[in-house]
């Protein structure tokens, strides 16, 4: 609860994201946050000023150096934003002193990170700052950082009287760490000089990859004198700029950088200081990079209107992906956490080609293109894994880096010196990958009919794992067929299963491919057939061979009951209830252990569904609405969705917009384009989930929007969640842009046939009695407790308000229900004396106006006691139904409760209307389709359609007007 | 070769080692030689002004923090020594401009390293720099850098007039680094003023142990007015001082700095800054620490006479071991590369008990029992590691840190992502460290006569122990006997072996051991004896089942030949003659694989000869002269002495020593003294050899003085090497200190019978033949080669120096040996023109005087051709005997061509005096036990007995003077 209760602080519009207070607990999952970068690097949102549990990090895509156990990293880069503030002796850190405003914003149309501070120092010197970056995407070896600063108020009761002395130390800090791990050896620093700007430069090396990199930096101080001096230790030039600044005075320093590695000239020293003695003034370097992105929304945007929470968390998703993908190195790919963390260490997974990869190649397939193209440079390396496997052809890793070799840890490494290693068997097992790079290059054809790159590098991709794949399959002569035994399917529970259904048709789809490939590689380019057919020693006997295969394969499908089995013997496994298992806060494998957890049939990411998904795709078998549906309703309740893994919410949302299942693909979409701004799955700190932001991109398009890839084309067969007034997106086709546009019919007037009605807080307030007998149970139960932390309960269950007051003492499960019991009884025993004075003001009355327009009502709370409270009240008459705390069993912000007051009233969810004061409540409405008012203060309800204060002289008319907007 | 001649290059006196000039190549061996330290902490001795292949380190005892695959290591601190000293802009760095002097020098008697260097920037100015640092002894807390510049000379081309801007930038740098990880979090930093001097101070934290550590330093700038200006980038708090120099003008730099971390204090902050703020003078603390180590020589010095580079390597490996041992913290141990770099991270081996204790417990015995306090507050982690390993009591592990937990890695890590990790046995399966770990507590005891201690700690460690190995006995009731099997002995080349001799013997030692403690412990002590039986669980029955184990445990000794077979099984295996694989510059496993070196009867390091080392340190069986003969017979010849182990030769010195082998003795001796000031392993990059220079001392005393510890105490046979005219040391037994004194009757008046003249430089000077004959080949062969690079060629046989030449181009050895015969052809064609004319001066007047008084002479040259030069040089008739290249396989240094030489002459080594003109020849010679003339410049043959520059004008009479000094 804790995490979502923060990420509610953070507020949005259409295009921007504000973090509106500083809070030093959340500091790593905010420096992901707000990464900003340009596709050659990234750099976290970490502070210029510096803090101690701070995580900066500038990855440069392809940078990768050695290190244990994983064998190769991305190399932080050194950090460039480095600015040390001293006013009079004070050093300026958000830490010490006082903050009286602050305010940090990620501009996502132009694609600028700012921050506005305004701040006491220790002896009460006021000054405000205005911080702004931005990594240039016109030119992608540039990077801006400004700080202004204003000198506000000295009347502090230890503050000095103006001038103050400000010295601004700006660095290139050489010793940057990955987790503790500095790659870098220092090779020489410099100074240079340009007019009134200085500036200093750094060379480094990676240890053992031997990748040099230079940046150089140049200061200029705007609206007053300054000296500057220079301070030159091992790896940390610092260049110091000081000025006298006087009341009300506002002076700016700008810090221009320019980074050059070896990877792209062979003189990166001087590249970096030519460039940075070329640059032009900082506005006109921002201007260039605003207009840059301008250009790239003009392509890549998605629009979605009545529903701005869904329209930010799709255009921060893109962005996430857009700032992480190179279009001028074709050696690069996109890592599993893009360049934004230390997660995975770079490494690029099958994310990239079937998550990410259909955004780019549908909106920008120059990108796509040179994601592919890096996939034909690791060729080698894929050949190497596959030769040293006993394989032919090429093998791709299952973790990938510079040269396309195998990078997967071995095992994992515990920490406990008497724990053994766990075996990593993804790195031998999980083989599909191979099959998913070639319908990635596949489906880049198919969109962009780009024949020249297919005869260039995608045929040689497709057709030499297709010679893996001929070595890798077993005959087993008894049953007359071919098999893939010991292999991880999609799903990562079950390791080393027999005919995993996903592995199977995917190596078959990729044979059946590879003929239709080369045939038509034959066709339209001989000369190049006959060249490849030689360097891959492909002969006509051997083609033939390929098609016995392809008939011969075994795809453990059953067309009598329509269900696709995982893999052979998964019916046979233990059966699973998930909804046993709740509430909970971690993966199925971490409450059963691994062990348990692959002796059950509980999936950790759709591999079924993920099959059907990539053949819907492609139009094939075993693809077909009805076996969806069938497939669907098996393993979709099976599969771990929460704390499984983060690939399976976009993938759930498209199917089940698919199925005209809209709630739940809404909650499931949701659930993916927040995983980072809300940390849903607590890891955001680590980086960015780039495979998620690409499913939401896929989500809204091809789930959504409708769209299927037909051969002339796409189409779309739009299903729009119910608040969403329209959806615009573009799509490339062979060259031309297609401009989509949905706007449903009814999305002006609204037809609200229910109301729904939360209790505490909404139409009473027994806050104050559930805070009594919390409070006397903790008093007895010596547990600290007060009024301030009773806050944090509001909207919480009782189970759940229970485990956030007893915290980590330890209490065995009787007791909790004891515990609980005992409390309930106090709180029965109070509200004993509720009467109708304390229904809130202007409840009863828009009670009344709602009854006699003749629209339905119910009450929707988690309470277990709100019958009596409603009774108490005197309301019963007022009222269609309840749902309360015995109703369903998961709690807001789960749908369950208003899908279930909705289905007692006979209502459609999206006619209805629910008026909640709790932040877990409008989510749950909105997870369940429904129209929202939201009660309170703006920051916790800011998601509803409407916010009121309570709901004093409200008429339902005002409503339907407002919600006709 | 190269090694050799580098190494030669440090130039000795009894108690300073000089480096005469600065080799980049030689950067981070002479880092770890050049440690600095006080037993709180070691520096390495890298540059002030930093390089990029540098691995700087100042590592403080017990400071560990947690690290993949190897659990935990020595966090390299902050870097204390950064001084960055810019001359008008220009940087002074040995790698830019011109170098007019160096030399650095280690004064062990002071405990000071200093540095003089010479220098011309690259623009022409030439400045002196005077360097000097020292790490208290006097206050552990407190360390000393001072930098005296004086600026010489402005006339270069391009260098300004005088004065001179010059800047001092001093920096705590807290981005240390152990192989690129940080252990550092930055806490906070700030400044201190006092007077004159200016101050920072940096306090940093270890990431996962949680450590605090803050240094301050101070700046003083002596002999002119400075401005002082600070920069602060987080980390790297810089001091810059700046000043005008005049012509001529002299100005010191003084740092002072004062480290704590919190495992001495709670507040290391305030601790830091009070002492900084408290010192006196920079030269006040100097004198203190000077005073300081004139105390600890007066306990631990051995001094040597007639053997300069015996004496320095001596003290050399003595002043490791002192700076290594903590006497103020009984938590932490001496690690088995000290405090001096990475190898083993840090982490304590048997080491320290077996191979460094002695020295402490018989010359410093309150630091011997801090060390062994660490094992007994180990106590828990060993309880833990035979727990996990379902054993009782203590089991210590193979490799420990700060818990005493088991710290060995599981696996190597390879960095091929196709290679298989290695399993590291050792962790489980060496254990005979638990008895190695009794034995040095025992020996504590009988030395020292400490009741109270044995009483409070070590019967604790000794009877928990015990128990542990009650456990791990199996009892075999076919063969009614106890044994210990999958063992690894003392010797690591053979892993997981039955019955091994070493463990076996010492386990069955502990337990005599311990029921004799507990015996006396329940008869002094009965109070402690009953708290401690309650405690570990002691019986009456448990005693008697010791008594019986001890009785039944199999010892693999072979009454009638003599013979101990090192386990069961050994003698099974195929034999090895170590000779057929010389020369080799790597390790046997390293040229035969592990598992045929397994198979193999070939030691790595000593096993039975180590447990007779061990049993004749306590009087007991099996050691007896006649059994130690057998064995070393049978094994010395086996152990891969020179890469196998560095714990080897030390050893081997004692024992042959004490069988009456001198040549031997020495030779092994001379290996182990000089392992690091030679790097004759090649790894003392990586830090101090500990254990070898622990067993220096131990060789000196147990095997040259023939100490042996009796009970009534210490009881001489000194057996000295021949060049030896006295050994004097002193050793503590029971509260009194013993001094011992040595002077060999004969060491005033040598018995000289032979003379062994080396040729070329000495009798003759073919060295422009052989020059002329290696330009000619070399120039056909189009390798660069001229009269500089033959410099290399002094004193280096045929098949070397053309690998010198060819350096690393390709040739096969038909090639290589194809390239000899022509060189040798060139060669033997030119000196056929030798005559008489081509004697040198003096060298036929001397040897008619030599054949005058009755004295031998021999030839002893490394030259094919030496019987062809004497004829022509119509020497023949003057010489009793030729020892040339085909007499003997190892060339020089190794001492076999004079040893052959003086069989030929039928004559003692020790009186023979070989006259020769190159290092290594000398080092044969020594190496063999002979007095040495050396010819030509005094840094090339320092180490001889008598060093003149040429033969002319010599008389036999005036080096049978000299010799007689």
């Known amino acids: 609860m804790n995490t979502t209760v923060h990420s509610r602080a953070l507020l949005y519009t259409d295009w921007t994201l504000t973090e509106p207070y500083f809070d030093p607990v959340l500091l790593r999952t905010r420096e992901t946050i707000f990464t900003i970068g340009n596709g050659y690097l990234g750099t976290r949102g970490s502070f210029e000023e510096g803090y101690p549990q701070a995580l900066p990090a500038t990855l440069i895509s392809g940078v990768y150096d050695d290190v244990p156990v994983i064998y190769t990293e991305l190399a932080n880069c050194p950090d460039w934003l480095s600015l040390v503030i001293i006013i009079n002796g004070e050093r300026f850190r958000l830490d010490r002193g006082d903050i009286l405003h602050y305010e940090r914003q990620l501009d996502l149309h132009a694609g600028v990170l700012s921050r506005f501070v305004r701040w006491r120092s220790p002896t009460g010197k006021t000054l405000e700052f205005r911080f702004e970056r931005f990594a240039s995407l016109a030119d992608r070896h540039m990077l801006g950082l400004r700080c202004q600063i204003t000198s506000i108020d000295g009347s502090?009761?230890?503050?000095?009287?103006?001038?103050?002395?400000?010295?601004?130390?700006?660095?290139?800090?050489?010793?940057?760490?990955?987790?503790?791990?500095?790659?870098?050896?220092?090779?020489?620093?410099?100074?240079?000089?340009?007019?009134?700007?200085?500036?200093?430069?750094?060379?480094?090396?990676?240890?053992?990859s031997h990748i040099e990199l230079v940046m150089a930096a140049k200061i200029a101080v705007i609206g007053t004198e300054a000296s500057f001096q220079v301070a030159s230790p091992p790896g940390y030039h610092t260049l110091t700029t000081t000025f006298m600044a006087a009341a009300g005075q506002t002076i700016s320093v700008e810090k221009v950088v320019t980074v050059f590695t070896s990877q792209e000239t062979e003189r990166p020293v001087q590249a970096a200081q030519d460039k940075l003695l070329a640059l032009p003034s900082y506005a006109l370097l921002l201007k260039a990079h605003q207009q840059a992105w301008e250009a790239v929304w003009q392509h890549s945007d998605i629009v979605i209107e009545g529903d701005r929470m869904a329209q930010l968390a799709v255009r921060y998703?893109?962005?996430?992906?857009?700032?992480?993908?190179?279009?001028?190195?074709?050696?690069?790919?996109?890592?599993?956490?893009?360049?934004?963390?230390?997660?995975?260490?770079?490494?690029?997974?099958?994310?990239?080609?079937?998550?990410?990869?259909?955004?780019?190649?549908?909106?920008?397939?120059?990108?796509?293109?040179?994601?592919?193209?890096?996939?034909?440079?690791?060729?080698?390396?894929?050949?190497?894994?596959?030769?040293?496997?006993?394989?032919?052809?090429?093998?791709?890793?299952?973790?990938?880096?510079?040269?396309?070799?195998?990078?997967?840890?071995?095992?994992?490494?515990?920490?406990?010196?008497?724990?053994?290693?766990?075996?990593?068997?993804?790195?031998?097992?999980?083989?599909?990958?191979?099959?998913?790079?070639?319908?990635?290059?596949?489906?880049?054809?198919?969109?962009?009919?780009?024949?020249?790159?297919?005869?260039?590098?995608?045929?040689?991709?497709?057709?030499?794992?297709?010679?893996?794949?001929?070595?890798?399959?077993?005959?087993?002569?008894?049953?007359?067929?071919?098999?893939?035994?010991?292999?991880?399917?999609?799903?990562?529970?079950?390791?080393?299963?027999?005919?995993?259904?996903?592995?199977?048709?995917?190596?078959?789809?990729?044979?059946?491919?590879?003929?239709?490939?080369?045939?038509?590689?034959?066709?339209?380019?001989p000369n190049q057939a006959a060249v490849l057919a030689q360097r891959l020693q492909l002969t006509p006997a051997q083609l033939l061979s390929w098609q016995a295969a392809i008939a011969q394969i075994y795809i453990p499908y059953n067309a009598e009951t329509g269900l696709i089995e995982q893999f052979e013997g998964f019916f046979q496994l233990k059966d699973i209830d998930l909804t046993d298992y709740e509430p909970r806060d971690r993966s199925i494998q971490a409450v059963l252990g691994m062990d348990e957890t692959n002796q059950r049939q509980v999936l950790k990411q759709p591999d079924v569904l993920m099959l059907l998904y990539l053949m819907r795709g492609v139009q094939a078998a075993p693809y077909s609405h009805d076996v969806l549906q069938k497939n669907w309703d098996y393993y979709a309740p099976r599969t771990d969705s929460t704390y499984g893994?983060?690939?399976?919410?976009?993938?759930?949302?498209?199917?089940?917009?698919?199925?005209?299942?809209?709630?739940?693909?809404?909650?499931?979409?949701?659930?993916?384009?927040?995983?980072?701004?809300?940390?849903?799955?607590?890891?955001?700190?680590?980086?960015?989930?780039?495979?998620?932001?690409?499913?939401?991109?896929?989500?809204v398009v091809f789930g959504f929007g409708g769209i299927q890839l037909k051969n002339s084309g796409p189409v779309a067969t739009p299903h729009l969640p119910p608040t969403w007034s329209r959806l615009q997106f573009k799509l490339h086709w062979h060259g031309t842009c297609h401009s989509f546009d949905f706007v449903p019919s009814d999305s002006h007037t609204p037809n609200i046939q229910g109301f729904i009605f939360d209790l505490d807080g909404v139409l009473t307030d027994t806050a104050e009695w559930h805070y009594r007998a919390w409070q006397q149970l903790a008093d007895e139960e010596h547990l600290p407790f007060d009024r301030q932390a009773n806050e944090a309960l509001r909207g919480v269950s009782r189970r759940e308000s229970l485990l956030l007051i007893v915290g980590s003492h330890a209490y065995s499960e009787l007791e909790l229900q004891k515990m609980m019991d005992r409390k309930n009884r106090y709180y029965v025993e109070s509200i004993q004396t509720i009467t109708d004075k304390d229904v809130l003001p202007g409840a009863l009355n828009l009670l009344a106006e709602i009854r006699q327009a003749g629209i339905k009502i119910a009450i929707g709370s988690a309470s277990k006691n709100a019958k009596t409270v409603i009774e108490k009240l005197g309301l019963a008459d007022h009222v269609d139904a309840i749902a309360d705390g015995y109703s369903v069993e998961h709690p807001k912000p789960a749908p369950d409760l208003f899908l279930y007051a909705a289905h007692q009233l006979g209502l459609d969810p999206a006619h209805c209307v629910v008026v909640e004061d709790a932040a877990a409540g409008i989510a749950a409405a909105i997870a369940g389709g429904m129209w929202t008012i939201g009660l309170g203060p703006a920051d916790r309800v800011d998601s509803a359609d409407i916010v009121l204060p309570n709901l004093m002289g409200i008429h339902l008319a005002d409503l339907q007007t407002k919600l006709s907007r």
Chains 1, 2 share one sequence.
């Not at 739940?664 to 980072?676: E, I, K, N, P, T």
């Open 645 to 699: 893994s983060s690939l399976t919410s976009a993938i759930h949302a498209i199917l089940a917009a698919d199925l005209g299942a809209p709630a739940a693909a809404y909650q499931q979409f949701m659930q993916a384009a927040m995983v980072d701004l809300d940390d849903n799955r607590g890891n955001t700190a680590d980086g960015i989930h780039a495979a998620s932001a690409g499913g939401v991109w896929q989500a």
């Open 156 to 208: 502090g009761r230890l503050a000095e009287p103006f001038p103050w002395k400000i010295e601004v130390q700006s660095s290139l800090n050489g010793y940057p760490e990955n987790q503790g791990f500095d790659h870098w050896e220092q090779l020489d620093q410099g100074e240079l000089e340009q007019g009134i700007e200085q500036g200093i430069w750094l060379q480094v090396c990676t240890r053992t």
């Open 317 to 525: 998703n893109l962005f996430q992906l857009i700032i992480s993908a190179s279009p001028q190195n074709d050696r690069v790919s996109i890592p599993a956490k893009t360049l934004s963390g230390f997660g995975y260490r770079g490494h690029i997974f099958w994310d990239t080609e079937i998550f990410i990869l259909p955004f780019f190649t549908l909106t920008q397939p120059a990108i796509a293109r040179s994601l592919l193209t890096y996939r034909y440079h690791a060729l080698e390396g894929a050949r190497r894994k596959a030769s040293h496997s006993r394989y032919q052809g090429a093998m791709f890793p299952w973790e990938s880096a510079a040269t396309g070799d195998e990078v997967t840890p071995r095992s994992s490494m515990p920490t406990d010196p008497y724990a053994e290693a766990v075996r990593i068997w993804c790195r031998d097992r999980e083989i599909h990958l191979s099959a998913d790079i070639a319908y990635a290059v596949w489906q880049y054809w198919q969109v962009t009919g780009d024949d020249l790159w297919l005869r260039d590098y995608g045929a040689e991709i497709i057709l030499d794992t297709a010679r893996f794949w001929m070595s890798r399959l077993e005959w087993h002569p008894q049953q007359t067929r071919y098999e893939l035994c010991g292999v991880i399917g999609a799903d990562e529970y079950h390791e080393q299963v027999p005919n995993n259904a996903f592995t199977n048709r995917m190596v078959q789809w990729h044979l059946e491919t590879a003929v239709a490939v080369y045939e038509w590689l034959q066709r339209t380019f």
